[in-house]
């Protein structure tokens, strides 16, 4: 039973375009919420996160945004570059502190085409 | 800071063989988690420690996984005996007191025959 779903296994964009990076979640319960990006044989890295109190969080040219009605969050990446191209992981936990644990949807590969 | 370090990075075995994966968390950290990748299930987690403590190990497939905190800054994962399914990626992370991020080792690509 997925409690957090990527239902895209992959998403190809031009560079410079937008890329749009979908999650949904099941469990209301959870109330921190992260995205990862992992490189072909590399641990997964952090990139951006968001609390439930807030509905978006910008860091550069990263925005995650969360919709608690929906259970859905998204990471927006504008302009994709194809330094971006990697599989990216989101994430939920019920708390926001680093010693719980975070479920982690099947990933989604971006492909940044130059 | 050297980061998480796992080893081996490879491993090929052959069904019915103990295999032991080693991990070591970034200074000062207090949380350590195990995870293995595949590509139908993602990252999942398998056990969790907070200072040295097993806190939940629900993610363990079978009793033939078992995992261990020695010291606060070493973790093994063992499969005895190893199966085919258990092919997959093996990622350990660890997590500073009160933070929020999991910082990830390289992995362990584990191939059973």
């Known amino acids: 039973d997925q409690q957090v779903k990527q239902n895209s296994p992959s998403l190809s964009v031009q560079e410079g375009r937008i890329s749009i990076l979908n999650c949904d979640y099941t469990n209301s319960m959870f109330d921190y919420f992260l995205w990862y990006k992992k490189y072909p044989a590399e641990g997964p890295t952090f990139l951006i996160s968001i609390s439930s109190i807030k509905d978006k969080n910008e860091d550069g040219r990263f925005t995650v945004f969360l919709n608690k009605s929906a259970k859905h969050l998204s990471l927006h990446i504008v302009p994709s570059q194809p330094g971006d191209s990697a599989v990216y992981f989101c994430a939920a936990s019920p708390r926001p502190a680093g010693t719980y644990k975070y479920i982690f949807g099947t990933g989604t590969r971006l492909k940044v085409l130059a | 800071d050297a980061g998480v370090i796992q080893s081996p990075r490879h491993e090929v075995t052959e069904m019915g063989q103990e295999v032991t994966l080693r991990c070591k968390l970034i200074?000062?950290?207090?949380?350590l988690f195990w995870y293995r990748q595949t590509m139908m299930r993602g990252l999942e987690l398998l056990i969790y420690?907070?200072?040295?403590?097993?806190?939940?190990d629900s993610g363990m497939p079978e009793d033939r996984f078992s995992a261990k905190m020695p010291n606060a800054s070493f973790s093994t994962l063992k499969i005895q005996p190893s199966e085919p399914r258990d092919s997959a990626v093996y990622f350990c992370a660890s997590s500073p007191r009160g933070g929020n991020e999991q910082y990830f080792g390289p992995g362990t690509r584990l191939t059973v025959t």
């Open positions: 420690f907070n200072n040295n403590v097993p806190i939940d």
């Open positions: 200074s000062g950290h207090n949380s």
